[in-house]
């Protein structure tokens, strides 16, 4: 077991990747530790506020099972203010 922790920033006007999911048995947790800018997740370069997970002040976690070939994760703010997120992603590998 592993456990991966860190701080994304999302940048204003912009959809980046923020982290990657390993394939096989895991899961993570995204949250903002404070009231900044909404921040929307997924897994497509195309993530907007009406597609995306919003992260969630209280943390939010996801399963993902054996047979999951792993994901990377794109945020987006969805206007002009940047903004960021922590995630701790925990693997059974």
Request: hydrophobic share 35%; proline share 9%.
């Amino acid at each position: 077991m592993s456990m991966i922790m860190g701080t994304a920033v999302v940048p204003a006007n912009s959809t980046v990747v923020t982290f990657y999911l390993p394939a096989g048995l895991s899961n993570f947790t995204v949250y903002q530790p404070t009231t900044p800018q909404r921040v929307f997740i997924g897994t497509s370069v195309n993530v907007s506020a009406s597609s995306g997970i919003p992260v969630p002040v209280t943390p939010l976690s996801q399963e993902v099972y054996n047979s999951s070939p792993g994901a990377a994760y794109y945020a987006t703010t969805g206007n002009g203010t940047a903004s960021t997120f922590c995630y701790i992603i925990s693997t059974g590998n």
